[in-house]
């Protein structure tokens, strides 16, 4: 926290990846597509950099709820088209501009190829000749996110849709009594996450399924923003 008041975040990595990705929001933004939240700020250095601080706040009314999952929609468009994964709630802040993506590592992961480009035979893979499913927006995970595996039931943690609790199958072991005589342990099987990505209005939570038209209208303009330049975007 610097004296004036401002708040940055240092990384000891690669912020590069931040950097592209919120010069293509604020790219977009100068076009004219207002469904885009506003990239955050970067200052890249070799192997390390700072990022502004993301602040999570709760929304005034219900118009910038709106608002709000309208750029959310917009994100999911942009993070969907750069092969965005693993986008769940831990990486997702719900700023008073918008929803902020605050780990990217993620991006450009491997697609599906194109119809009609080659692809390895099911003797090569042995799978079956099946058709490949078209890539889908909810791949990023950013929309909703199920996860769960053989021993742990499937928990929603989805950047827009995520839980903060759940249960466990596997207990973890939880100190109590610290600083006393009394300190023991005790295993607790609940799985709390912070809530920095949930959309707040009057102490609610604001479900993006009850503004689904709000988000569908931000993707829409988002890819036909995109697809107007495509030419430019896709130059070397």
């Known amino acids: 926290t610097c004296a004036g008041g401002l708040r940055v975040v240092y990384k000891p990595r690669d912020v590069r990846m931040e950097l592209g990705f919120s010069r293509v929001l604020d790219a977009l ?8 939240p506003r990239g955050i700020d970067v200052i890249a250095r070799d192997g390390y950099g ?6 999570s706040r709760a929304l005034a009314s219900t118009g910038e709820v709106r608002t709000y999952y309208r750029k959310a929609g917009g994100l999911l468009c942009v993070a ?6 693993d986008l769940h709630m831990e990486n997702v802040v719900a700023t008073a501009q918008g929803p902020v ?16 480009g080659e ?3 099911g ?3 042995g799978v079956g000749q099946a058709p490949t499913p078209p890539s889908s927006c909810l791949q990023t995970g950013l ?8 021993d742990t039931p499937l928990q929603e943690v ?3 849709r995520g839980r903060a609790a759940g249960t466990s199958t596997l207990a973890r072991r939880v100190w109590r009594q610290l600083r006393t005589r009394d300190l023991h342990f005790v295993e607790d099987s609940t799985l709390a996450f912070t809530e920095h990505h949930a959309v707040m209005l009057a102490g609610e939570r604001q479900r993006p399924e009850d503004f689904a038209t709000d988000l569908a209208d931000g993707f829409a303009e988002a890819y036909r923003s995109l697809d107007a330049a495509r030419d430019e975007w896709l130059a070397p």
């Open 143 to 150: 929309l909703t996110y199920v996860s769960g595996g053989p």
């Open 80 to 85: 969907w088209l750069l092969g965005g994964r």
């Open 158 to 160: 989805g950047g827009l």
């Open 50 to 55: 700072w990022e502004s601080f993301a602040e």
């Open 123 to 125: 003797a090569e893979t």
């Open 101 to 116: 993506l605050v780990d990217l590592e993620a991006l450009f992961a491997p697609g599906d190829a194109r119809p009609g």
């Open 29 to 36: 933004a100068a076009r004219g597509c207002a469904s885009v």
């Open 119 to 121: 692809r390895p035979t």
